[in-house]
Nanobody, 116 residues
Framework: QVQLVESGGGLVQPGGSLRLSCAASGSIFSINAMGWFRQAPGKERELVASITNSGWRNYADSVKGRFTISRDNPKNTVYLQMNNLKPEDTAVYYC??????????WGQGTQVTVSS
């Protein structure tokens, strides 16, 4: 099973930007749709963006126009560019197969905190 390691989180002021990376231990080409998820304190994990091998992207309404997902299959890496960050974007961010559930293996995630 592919191991996923997220990085790039941090503390940023409202309106700032961050770029998250998700490095896979093996090929992600076999995973048609990769996704970025987030989980805020006291809330369930939610899918915020996904991308297929053909480049089709989908976003949650809350991040549309601000976040951009991309993938580099030769590098086995998925990215999430986050612009115009808001306090409500504060969460731990994870990447995984878009179809992943709570019963699947997850990485440790990367913390994003948006605060002045």
């Amino acid at each position: 099973q592919v191991q996923l390691v997220e990085s790039g989180g941090g503390l940023v002021q409202p309106g700032g930007s961050l770029r998250l990376s998700c490095a896979a231990s093996g090929s992600i080409f076999s995973i048609n749709a990769m996704g970025w998820f987030r989980q805020a304190p006291g809330k369930e994990r939610e899918l915020v963006a996904s991308i297929t091998n053909s480049g089709w992207r989908n976003y949650a309404d809350s991040v549309k126009g601000r976040f951009t997902i991309s993938r580099d299959n030769p590098k086995n890496t998925v990215y999430l560019q986050m612009n115009n960050l808001k306090p409500e974007d504060t969460a731990v961010y994870y990447c995984n197969d878009r179809r992943a559930t709570a019963y699947d293996q997850w990485g440790q995630g990367t913390q994003v905190t948006v605060s002045s």
